[in-house]
């Protein structure tokens, strides 16, 4: 994480989380300067005056040529000891089917909860979001 980041100004992003059933969409990184190859949610950094909203909708499309709705504001992460910021939306599809964007996203998958945890290259913290919905 850049040094530019502080608690005072930390790094905001948006953390996507779509849901069919008992499954979430989640991303295998591409090879990538953050955590290369490893699973996570679909999202990223919020740009200077953008909303979350849009970041959401935005890092959908680039990540996965997907639009979606950003319904609810789940809750915020905090993480590197408050430098970095990232705010959980839940968001349905609006429009096709993700498609992997091969600069940004080297795979995609539904996965359960228990798919999730079972993984050993998952970025530490992306299985917080189960305890929010108790799964």
Not at 62 to 74: A, D, Q, T
Not at 87 to 110: D, H, K, M, Q, T
Request: aromatic share 10%.
């Amino acid at each position: 994480m850049g040094e530019r980041y502080t608690i005072e100004n930390p790094m905001r992003g948006v953390i996507g989380v779509l849901r069919r059933e008992d499954r979430f969409l989640l991303i295998q990184r591409g090879n990538v300067d953050r955590a290369p190859y490893q699973w996570c949610f679909p999202g990223g950094g919020i740009e200077e005056g953008e909303s979350e909203r849009d970041a959401l909708v935005r890092e959908m499309r680039e990540e996965l040529s997907v639009g979606v709705e950003p319904l609810e504001r789940l809750f915020v992460q905090t993480k590197h000891g408050g430098r970095l910021l990232l705010y959980w939306w839940s968001a349905r599809l609006i429009g096709g089917e993700p498609v992997a964007n091969p600069s940004e996203v080297a795979a995609f998958a539904w996965l359960t909860p228990d798919e999730v945890r079972g993984r050993s290259d998952v970025i530490p913290g992306t299985d917080a979001i189960f305890t929010h919905f108790g799964v």
